[in-house]
């Protein structure tokens, strides 16, 4: 059985929905900023063909049953600020990955751990999911802190897992269980 058809999910500020193309625009300016996509496993992008391409690579994975791209969205304004990728969905595991992505300008204003925290929740008691997975470069200091804070428990190092922009990188892997969740604000270590 595919990955649930999921529906959009709301918190304080945000919107959290399925991706349409009319959101490439938006997303342009996310992904086509080199420091948003530092730490992503794709190119920034140059124009919204890119992100056309992009979109087929989800559209596939959506039809696929394997996952499903969501964008964050600011409520009040209707502007895609960010996006959140369920994916690697295993049915018999009952698991999934995360991926997130938030345009710079947004940076430093807790958007993606409303978002995520939101979004987590969605997936435990929603969609039936028991885990949760995510892998972060270890020199991505922001988004390691965002999971250590959201409870994810960091559970190893994988050496040279990924080669992207002809350079092999280590990689965090981070995981929670539902039954974990939800879990009393943590603080992430100095």
């Known amino acids: 059985m595919p990955l649930p058809a999921s529906e959009p999910v709301a918190s304080a500020r945000l919107t959290i929905r399925p991706i349409n193309e009319n959101d490439l625009e938006d997303l342009l ?68 990955e995360l991926g997130y992505v938030l345009g710079r300008k947004y940076w430093q204003h807790g958007l993606m751990r409303e978002a995520l925290a939101r979004f987590v929740t969605h997936c435990f008691a929603s969609l039936g999911l028991r885990r949760l997975e995510a892998e972060v470069d270890p020199v991505n200091q922001a988004s390691n802190t965002l999971l250590i804070r959201l409870g994810f428990t960091r559970e190893g190092t994988l050496r040279e897992r990924w080669i992207t ?13 539902s039954k974990e969740w939800p879990v009393p604000e943590r603080q992430a270590p100095a």
Request: hydrophobic share 40%.
């Open 29 to 96: 300016a996310v992904n086509g900023d080199p420091a948003v996509t530092r730490f992503l496993p794709y190119d920034t992008w140059q124009s919204v063909e890119d992100g056309k391409t992009w979109l087929a690579r989800m559209t596939a994975l959506a039809q696929a049953g394997t996952g499903q791209q969501f964008v964050i969205e600011l409520t009040q304004s209707r502007t895609v600020v960010g996006s959140v990728l369920l994916f690697r969905y295993d049915e018999s595991s009952k698991r999934a």
């Open 165 to 177: 922009r002809d350079a092999a990188y280590d990689t965090h892997i981070y995981g929670i269980l």
